[in-house]
């Protein structure tokens, strides 16, 4: 009866350690999946501005990039926690990875109860407190991202490598990060970013502002951020990046609507007489009309300020974007959704993930389902 009743202790001693173990350190595998269909008019064929047609065909991330990764933490004690991020990208309509290795995140730090600081691949402060203020970073997704993507707010246009980031902790509402990104170059400046951001957040009302500069930008196969950007529709190496905006939003019951401001200014060393500025005004509100059935609309108006060779000009693109969704449960949902585009003379639209066109305008309908895992 003793023996009996020791192997029980001991057997109930055993299991409360491996519960301690257990509660000290995780790893989670998550993921989502997002595929549709989709049809695109006024499309460019084989280049060529003057020839069009439009393209129907099953298509992945409409709204958010298909992606899988790893997520980890494990408690030191103290309030300190260590915390890892691996995660890549696919296309789910050919199973083909969007990147080698883990090309949207990859990043490990500490994090305490005065904040988080993580070392890595990552997203700067621009898309850490604007994204979630406009209808790309929220629940529009990839064709609500703003002409040319060039403010990144849904963060799928680039990441920072070798960054060093603190995002600090909620203190009654306000928040601040700051990113550095090293060039891993023998020229310090060579290919190097930064960023600082603040927001606040107060039931209904939230506000965010930040700030981000790459320079360089694709003039080293290891720097900050790798691959050429665009100036107005031409890829450069060796661009220098400026972004920056502010903007809020404010919900209540069923309704949540936003307003944002960002401008992006780019020039070139490749190029020196090429540079540009451009400005994004956007409006967005989403409305749930019964918890499981909500409907969005975005309005975005944004004007081009060129500069080739001493000469300037203005150019502006109106873009509006609608979209239903219906939630059939709290991971699975399906979606129907529209956007257009409106330049002009002599400029092609170009809608996000789907252009260019063959003309002033161009629409995309897309209808799909994702799910969270």
């Given at each position: 009866?003793?023996?009996?009743?020791?192997v029980?202790?001991?057997?109930?001693?055993?299991?409360?350690?491996?519960?301690a173990?257990?509660a000290?350190s995780?790893?989670?595998?998550?993921?989502?999946?997002?595929?549709?269909?989709?049809?695109v008019?006024?499309?460019?064929?084989?280049?060529?501005?003057h020839?069009k047609?439009?393209?129907?065909?099953v298509t992945?991330?409409?709204v958010?990039?298909?992606r899988?990764?790893?997520?980890?933490?494990?408690?030191?004690g103290n309030?300190?926690?260590?915390?890892f991020?691996?995660?890549?990208?696919?296309?789910?309509?050919?199973g083909s990875s969007?990147?080698?290795?883990?090309s949207?995140?990859?990043?490990?730090?500490?994090?305490t109860?005065?904040?988080?600081?993580t070392?890595g691949?990552?997203?700067?402060?621009?898309?850490?407190?604007?994204g979630?203020?406009s209808?790309?970073?929220?629940?529009g997704?990839?064709?609500?991202?703003?002409p040319?993507?060039?403010?990144?707010l849904?963060?799928?246009?680039?990441?920072e490598n070798?960054?060093?980031?603190?995002?600090s902790?909620?203190?009654g509402?306000?928040?601040?990060?700051g990113?550095?990104?090293?060039?891993n170059?023998?020229?310090?400046?060579a290919n190097r970013?930064y960023s600082?951001?603040a927001?606040y957040?107060?039931?209904?009302?939230?506000?965010?502002?930040a700030?981000?500069?790459?320079?360089?930008?694709?003039?080293?196969?290891f720097?900050?951020?790798?691959g050429p950007?665009?100036?107005?529709?031409?890829a450069t190496?060796d661009s220098?990046?400026r972004?920056f905006g502010?903007?809020?939003?404010?919900?209540?019951?069923?309704?949540t609507?936003g307003?944002?401001?960002?401008?992006?200014?780019?020039?070139?060393n490749?190029?020196?007489?090429?540079?540009?500025i451009?400005n994004?005004?956007?409006?967005?509100?989403?409305?749930?009309?019964?918890?499981a059935?909500?409907?969005g609309?975005?309005y975005?108006?944004s004007?081009?300020?060129?500069?080739?060779?001493?000469?300037s000009?203005?150019?502006?693109v109106?873009?509006?974007?609608?979209?239903?969704?219906?939630?059939?449960?709290?991971r699975?949902?399906?979606?129907?959704?529209?956007v257009?585009?409106?330049?002009g003379r002599?400029v092609?639209?170009?809608?996000?993930?789907?252009?260019?066109?063959s003309s002033s305008?161009q629409?995309v309908?897309?209808?799909?389902?994702?799910?969270?895992?």
């Open positions: 009866m003793k023996k009996n009743l020791i029980t202790a001991i057997a109930a001693l055993a299991a409360s350690f491996a519960g173990a257990n000290q995780s790893v989670t595998l998550y993921g989502l999946i997002d595929a549709g269909f989709t049809y008019n006024n499309v460019q064929v084989d280049g060529a501005d020839q047609g439009s393209a129907w065909g992945s991330g409409n958010n990039m298909s899988w990764g790893l997520r980890g933490a494990e408690d030191l309030g300190m926690k260590a915390i991020t691996l995660e890549n990208g696919f296309d789910v309509a050919n969007s990147g080698s290795g883990f949207r995140q990859a990043f490990v730090g500490l994090s109860n005065a904040g988080t600081v070392l691949r990552q997203s700067d402060s621009v898309v850490d407190y604007l979630p203020l209808a790309a970073g929220t629940w997704g990839t064709y609500f991202a703003h040319g993507n060039v403010d990144n849904n963060g799928d246009a680039f990441h070798n960054s060093v980031k603190f995002q902790a909620n203190y509402g306000f928040s601040f990060s990113l550095y990104a090293f060039s170059a023998t020229s310090f400046a970013a600082v951001g927001g957040a107060n039931g209904g009302l939230k506000f965010g502002a700030y981000m500069q790459g320079n360089g930008i694709g003039s080293t196969s720097g900050a951020i790798v950007q665009t100036i107005f529709g031409d190496n220098r990046q972004t502010a903007g809020g939003s404010y919900s209540t019951g069923a309704l609507f307003l944002l401001w960002t401008q992006t200014r780019q020039d070139s490749t190029f020196d007489s090429v540079s540009f451009n994004n005004y956007e409006v967005n509100g989403r409305y749930a009309i019964t918890p059935l909500s409907l609309a975005a975005t108006y004007d081009y300020r060129l500069n080739v060779s001493g000469e000009g203005k150019e502006h109106h873009q509006f974007g609608l979209q239903t969704d219906y939630a059939l449960s709290k699975t949902d399906v979606y129907a959704e529209g257009l585009q409106v330049t002599g092609p639209a170009a809608i996000n993930g789907v252009g260019p066109s305008r629409v309908v897309s209808t799909g389902i994702r799910h969270r895992f």
